[in-house]
């Protein structure tokens, strides 16, 4: 660049940075000193040449754990922040000028950097030992004695005092979830009503035993939360509010607060998730309990008996160690209708007659329950709501469709990288291609797109893989539709290419095949 290339940045760490020499020096401290071993990606770049202005949009990734002059003793959190650079050069093609566009109150965040601010010292030391469980011994030299507490959230209606809540927070973050963490995101202070706004979010597993909470769960939380603490006249806070989605996060860690769900319903959830089959259900429900479900593979089921039996081979045979959860539950008196609504994860590794053999891919599929129960509590009827669809694409099955065979086979042909030696069997020997792609361009057969992709797949990402999504097939125009996903490394040379960046693509695509 020129010697004397001028430098400019909306952003509060650069606002005093003027050149191009100051703001490369800044970089270096940031780099070398205070994020050692950072890294960053060049993600796209262009050039103007009617402004002589070249942008580069990148992505600098780090984690603050050495000490540099002017900024927070290390955090050792980390950061991943996009931003654009507009670079000016003159007639001889040295810059001299760069703007930078860069939103670095997100960055900040991520690391725990806070710009200066006129948020009171005792609020912002009073949110830290809270959140870190510190109780009551620690947090009581920052706010008042009689300092109150409200929150509109189930498990704390009962706590006024910050005292209270304190001693609550302790108990959640030290015994209940031992090892737990939180961030503040972001923090602010109105001084005409003295109101500190912090924002945070709290990360906790369930593994401690503590008083008045259900036994431990082992599940995870991560939850968002805001406090309005108020502070008096001498910067002591006297009030806290908290707003919380309560709910959700003990949903997250599958606790559930006292609810008036028929417990032979909830029996009955648990039971057939988990795979207990027909022997255990029967308990909870009448022994003629219908099943409904407007869902492709279990169209055929028509009793509660049936559907037990079908989830017990899904759960224990055809996805071994599959797992759930109860994300929320309800109960309508007025119906006699309880209401569950659950993820289920598993991986197809098992043989379970009926279905296709072992793909070993996952699902992670959401659905609801309506069961009705009967006067003595009994379950009598289940309707089931779930996109079967969508969870038989993750795992590779196919329901039952009219696209056509060969349609089929050449798009597996093609993606896993066999060539035209495989996929002339299921095309014409002339037929078409083409792309409004870059590297397609001059593409016009199928046979020169299988041995491109050949080479993509085998030479240039040996070891890549790909994913059927999706498919249909429209028989008006006589038209298949296939939504992929392709996954590889460039590690191999290819003619035409560059050389191996060894670095990875995950692209998604349609094909339409006539």
């Known amino acids: 660049c020129t010697h004397d290339a001028i430098f400019s940045a909306q952003a509060e760490p650069l606002k005093d940075i003027k050149t191009v020499y100051g703001y490369s020096e800044w970089m270096k401290g940031i780099a070398l000193v205070a994020m050692p071993g950072s890294s960053y990606e060049l993600n796209s770049q262009s050039f103007d040449a009617k402004t002589n202005t070249a942008m580069f949009f990148g992505t600098f990734h780090g984690t603050h754990s050495g000490h540099l002059e002017g900024f927070p003793a290390p955090t050792y959190k980390s950061m991943e922040t996009q931003y654009v650079y507009s670079i000016h050069v003159n007639a001889h093609g040295k810059v001299d000028k760069i703007t930078k566009v860069w939103h670095s109150a997100w960055a900040a965040a991520q690391v725990g950097w806070t710009a200066p601010s006129n948020v009171p010292a005792d609020a912002v030391h009073l949110f830290h030992a809270c959140e870190s469980g510190k109780g009551w011994h620690d947090c009581k030299q920052y706010c008042t ?7 509109q959230a189930e498990p704390l209606k009962d706590i006024k005092t910050v005292y209270g809540y304190s001693e609550w927070m302790k108990g959640i973050a030290l015994v209940a979830m031992p090892g737990s963490s939180y961030e503040l995101n972001s923090q602010s202070f109105d001084a005409k009503t003295n109101t500190a706004m912090f924002f945070g979010t709290f990360h906790g597993t369930h593994s401690g035993h503590l ?13 968002q939360y805001v406090y309005s603490i108020h502070v008096n006249a001498h910067g002591k806070v006297d009030k ?12 997250q860690v ?6 008036n769900v028929p417990a032979d319903a909830v029996h009955l959830f648990h039971a057939c998730e988990s795979g207990k089959g027909w022997q255990e259900c029967m308990h909870f429900c009448t022994h003629d309990a219908s099943f409904d479900a407007q869902a492709e593979p279990l169209n055929d089921i028509k009793t509660m008996h049936g559907y037990a039996e079908w989830m017990e081979g899904i759960a224990v045979v055809a996805m071994p160690g599959s797992s759930y959860e109860l994300n929320a539950q309800s109960f309508d008196p007025e119906t006699s209708t309880a209401t569950f609504f659950g993820t289920f994860r598993g991986t197809h590794t098992g043989h379970l007659h009926g279905f296709p053999a072992p793909t070993h ?8 329950y309506s069961m009705h129960v009967n006067v003595h509590g009994k379950v009598d009827r289940i309707t089931k709501v779930w996109h079967s669809a969508w969870a038989a694409a993750q795992v590779g ?9 060969d349609a089929e086979h050449l798009f597996h042909a093609c993606e896993s990288g066999k060539g035209w030696h495989e996929c002339m069997r299921y095309c014409t020997h002339d037929a078409m291609f083409s792309a409004q792609a870059e590297p397609l361009k001059d593409i016009s057969t199928v046979y020169a797109y299988t041995e491109w992709m050949k080479g993509i797949a085998v030479v240039a990402m040996p070891g890549s893989s790909y994913e059927l999504n999706a498919q249909s097939f429209d028989p008006k125009t006589s038209t298949a539709t296939f939504f992929g996903t392709f996954r590889g490394t460039h590690t191999g040379h290819l003619h035409g290419f560059p050389a191996p960046t060894h670095k990875s693509m995950e692209t998604q695509y349609v094909y339409n095949m006539h």
Not at 145 to 151: L, P, Q
Not at 211 to 223: D, N, W
Not at 243 to 251: L, M, T
Request: charged letters at 15%.
């Open 145 to 151: 004695h009689d300092a109150i507490f409200s929150a």
């Open 211 to 223: 008083e008045g909470f259900p036994a431990p769960t082992y599940k995870s939380m991560e939850t």
């Open 240 to 251: 806290i509010t908290k707003v919380w989605h309560s709910a959700w996060a003990a949903a």
């Open 254 to 259: 599958g606790w559930t607060a006292p609810s």
């Open 361 to 368: 891919r996952s699902m992670d599929t959401q659905y609801v």
């Open 397 to 405: 099955w196919t329901l039952s469709s009219s696209v056509p065979v």
